[in-house]
């Protein structure tokens, strides 16, 4: 079952929303608010595995919401629903870290199919994304360590810090170090980045 | 005697740029706020709907008409209003704007963008921004229309005082004279303005236009415009 929040400026939105996503067998919604300040509140109260987001939120910026999800120890998938099918809305997205991004001027459908695609750990952009990001970053992944090229791999299968450090047998603040280095080598801003750019082309 | 009056001469053609863009981006707000939010939210209510009906044949296959209309009616705002200009237009930098520019056409069209952007491009006065904005939309979407190409490429510099934008694919090409002509009185039509929409926006602020294209020869526009 995949346990959705839903936070929308829009009341009208939400109401249809909710109502389509309850109707999915696979989905259940597990709260919702058209107040940015109250999704972390809820968040950690429900725990949710995907937040739905409009970026456009009242009391608060969209992207501040995410980031600040980005730094909780068991994060929940992120996706972005915007009216707004521009660069910009894209750019906000990919530099706030979030997990995909679905547009209000497509079918709900499609939001229904990028819910359990981020749910299932894909990154949901339109191609241009990872060109974008290819197209900017400087530094070919050439130089990077072994252990480096490791935390890739797993950043870019949606693991968090501590789940990395689990896995690796090492501290948190050692992966810290190394997602910090694999990143500037990569020339990327964050996770997502990391993880589009590994999908693109992953270490030979 | 005739500098002062062309100088006041452009300042209220820039004055009447201002204006109707502000009206464009109040439109622009307007249907992202308002039909959008509810034709999305109809649209998953008729979805639970259509699934609810699922006894009645006949009536559920009004509900899918309905949901296949709404669709199209989202599909035609998207393609109308993706035409216009993000927000938060005035505050971004100039780099980042052209940059958001090449994106969007990629996602829209999957045609590639080569874009040559110098770090230190700098910004420039609103009105040059805004119809550096339209120029580069309407050369990338003529480019996607007519040229054939599979990439385009895009340079944005800045000369002295001015700033310099090309827009060149190596596609089919066409006769810059011929389609100018035609294009004499065609006003707007779905957001785009043509080449002689790009000519007029040029000379309103005082800029240089040129276009070098030939059936078979590809295509290059090049535009300068004064930064302030």
Sequence with gaps: MIRVLLADDHAIVLEGLRALLDGEPDIKV????????????????????VVVLDLELTSIKGTAVIA??????????????????????????????ADGLALKTESPQQTLTAIRQV?????????AARRWIEGRAAGAPGDLTPR??????????????????????????????????????????NRTEAALKYAHGPPR | MTAPRDAEARAASRRLLATSERELQRIV???????????????SQLQVLERSLAGDAMAQQRANQAVQLLERALGEIRNFIGAFRPPGFERRALGEIVEGLAVQHETLTDQGVELDLPTDLGDCALPTKIAIYRILQEALAN??????????RLTVH???????LTVSDDGKGFDPQRVLASEADVGVEGGHFGLRGIQDRVAMLGGSFAIDSAPGRGTSLTVTLPAE
Excluded: C
């Excluded at chain 1, 597990?30 to 595995?49: I, N, R, S």
């Design chain 1, 30 to 49: 597990a709260a919702w608010t058209t107040d940015g300040t109250e999704v972390l509140k809820l968040v950690q109260q429900h725990k949710p595995d």
């Design chain 1, 68 to 97: 600040a999800l980005r730094d909780r120890p068991s994060a929940p998938k992120v996706l972005v629903l915007t009216a707004y099918n521009d660069g910009d809305s894209l750019r906000s997205a990919l530099d706030a870290g």
């Design chain 1, 119 to 127: 749910h299932g750990g894909q990154l949901v952009f339109p191609q």
């Design chain 1, 148 to 189: 480096e090229r490791e935390v890739w791999s797993l950043v870019a299968a949606g693991l968090t810090n501590p789940q990395i450090a689990e896995r690796l047998g090492l501290s948190d603040n050692t992966v810290k170090f190394h997602v910090q280095h694999l990143f500037s080598k990569l020339g990327v801003k």
């Design chain 2, 29 to 43: 707000l307007d249907m992202h706020d308002g039909p959008v939010q509810d034709i999305f939210a109809a649209l």
């Design chain 2, 143 to 152: 480019g996607h229309r007519h040229s054939g190409a599979s990439r385009q």
């Design chain 2, 158 to 164: 800045r000369r002295g005082s001015a700033i310099a």
